[in-house]
């Protein structure tokens, strides 16, 4: 087992040698990249790392050019958590084989998808991968939509968002389905880890990146991802969005321990109003119309729900 | 065409980061690394940029905000202390000036154009910030 690296505090992160690089095509003010960044300097080790096609893939690896400091692999959208699973299980392999240079050296490896790539279109990729139990970590960059190809809805984009395929117009008031719960649905694998992150809370995102790397098995995490393109604000207001989206509870932090143990990692200790969250992004402005204001105080109702159904969880540690 | 065993794959591109052997990047800092010509460090997004931000040592207290938050790795820190703007990277989009908890703030928005010395001289006074 490798060593934990030691971070205390802001001040002893920034000692870090980030494993990823600027002038990659994200838009400016871009969340992806700030999770990534998080993640991969949460640990020392060697990494093996996939991204299944979205926006983190297709503008870190624009050829000639790769933003990428360690070994890095893209081939579909659905797959990137089977090729991640697939090297792991290589590398198993070889280790048990006695075929490894350096078989103390042993690499975290770690998929990285869209919402899209992992609600949708990978989902049953992923499951297996959960099921199978690899030792492997898959993070969601979690912006709500299809961004990539220019902002159709996927079953992560919450109601009353106006997207291309679900737009907001006199007849409609954008999407009608709710967010699929993901956190759920992994933390059903039985998996010993999965979490939900965000990256205004570097504190908390590393805590759990680090147990999430320590565990020996499959290993569930949704990242909310602010999208300055999508949701509508500007690029400056990232990491504002960030803190509306976990401090109105609309994405609450918590964490589930073998599918059964829940934990919630922060309780902001000023409500926001979800009004202000839905405000602050252009996605939701229509909301505000006289017609559809009363899906406002329905959006209230469903986060004050899911926030005690997660606080009777937690107490009844089911 | 050589027929291909099941195990054999066509390699859509396959890019080094790195020239010669690396040992221990996570321990080698940006300036000690051997960048090959495919990795986005030797490219630039300056041309993105049409504000730019300017640092501004005399009121940062070195509290990496803008380190951990930058999106793109622009903020140079190098032992615990904040060095100053990779302006090659940066793709302005103000977040480290939002996230600085000074006041004054140490890194403020100008024009592309600007004259970092001129606006270091002018920087604004703590009675002027907004609240
Ligand atoms: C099988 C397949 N279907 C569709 C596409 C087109 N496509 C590329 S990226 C993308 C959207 C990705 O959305 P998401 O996974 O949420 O990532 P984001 O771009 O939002 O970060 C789509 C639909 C594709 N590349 N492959
Ligand atoms: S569209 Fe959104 S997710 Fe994609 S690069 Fe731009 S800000 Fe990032
Ligand atoms: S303006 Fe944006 S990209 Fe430039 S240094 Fe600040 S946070 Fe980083
Ligand atoms: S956020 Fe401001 S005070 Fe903190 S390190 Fe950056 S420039 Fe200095
Ligand atoms: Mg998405």
Not at chain 1, 73 to 85: D, M
Not at chain 1, 176 to 199: F, L
Not at chain 2, 55 to 65: E, L, V
Not at chain 2, 68 to 82: A, E
């Amino acid at each position: 087992m490798s060593e934990m690296k030691n971070i205390k505090n802001l001040k002893e992160f920034s000692t870090s040698a980030d494993r990823f690089e600027g002038a990659n095509l994200l838009c400016p003010g871009c969340a992806h990249s700030i999770i990534v960044r998080e993640v991969l300097n949460a640990t020392n080790d060697d990494l093996v790392l996939s991204a299944s096609t979205g926006c983190l893939e297709v503008c870190t690896a624009v050829y000639p050019y790769t933003s990428w400091d360690a070994s890095w692999i893209h081939i579909g959208f659905e797959n990137g958590s089977t090729a991640v699973a697939g090297a792991e299980t290589m590398y198993k392999a070889l280790k048990k084989k006695g075929r490894l240079k350096q078989p103390e050296r042993t690499p975290k490896f770690v998929s990285f998808a869209g919402d899209g790539a992992s609600y949708d279109i990978g989902f049953q990729w992923i499951s297996g991968c959960m099921e199978r139990g690899h030792n492997i970590m898959h993070i969601v960059l979690d912006n709500e939509v299809y961004a990539n190809t220019g902002g159709q809805r996927s079953s992560s984009t919450p109601i009353g968002s106006s997207a291309t395929t679900s737009p907001e117009g006199k007849k409609s008031y954008g999407e009608k389905i709710n967010k699929k719960d993901m956190m759920t649905i992994m933390a059903a694998h039985g998996i010993p880890y999965a979490a939900q992150v965000s990256p205004n809370k570097w504190k908390d995102m590393v805590k759990k990146i680090q147990h999430g790397f320590a565990v020996e098995g499959p290993v569930f995490i949704n990242a909310v991802s602010p999208c300055t393109t999508e949701w509508k604000f500007d690029p400056k207001d990232t990491m504002h969005i960030a803190d509306l989206a976990t401090d109105s509870l609309v994405f609450p932090l918590y964490e589930i321990i073998n599918g059964q143990e829940l934990n919630i990692t922060y309780r902001p200790k000023n409500v926001v109003p979800v009004e202000e969250y839905l405000a602050a992004q252009g996605r939701f402005k229509h909301l505000f119309k006289d017609e559809y204001k009363y899906l406002i105080k329905e959006w209230q109702d469903r986060v004050d729900e899911k926030w005690a159904y997660l606080q009777r969880r937690e107490e009844a540690r089911v | 065409m050589a027929k291909k065993g099941w195990d054999e794959f066509e390699i859509g591109a396959m890019l080094r980061t790195f020239d010669g052997k690396i040992d221990n990047i996570a321990a080698t800092q940006q300036e000690d690394r051997a960048y090959s010509q495919n990795s986005s460090y030797t490219a630039s997004v300056a041309d993105w940029r049409l504000i730019k931000p300017v640092f501004n040592k005399d009121y940062c207290i070195d509290c990496q905000f803008c380190w951990i938050y930058c999106p793109d790795v622009s903020i140079i820190s190098r032992d615990k202390k904040l060095v100053g703007v990779d302006m090659d990277h940066c793709k302005g989009c103000g977040i480290c000036v939002e996230v600085c908890p000074t006041n004054p703030k140490s890194l403020l928005m100008f024009p592309e154009q600007a004259d970092e010395e001129s606006v270091i001289a002018n920087w604004p006074k703590k009675d002027e910030e907004e609240a």
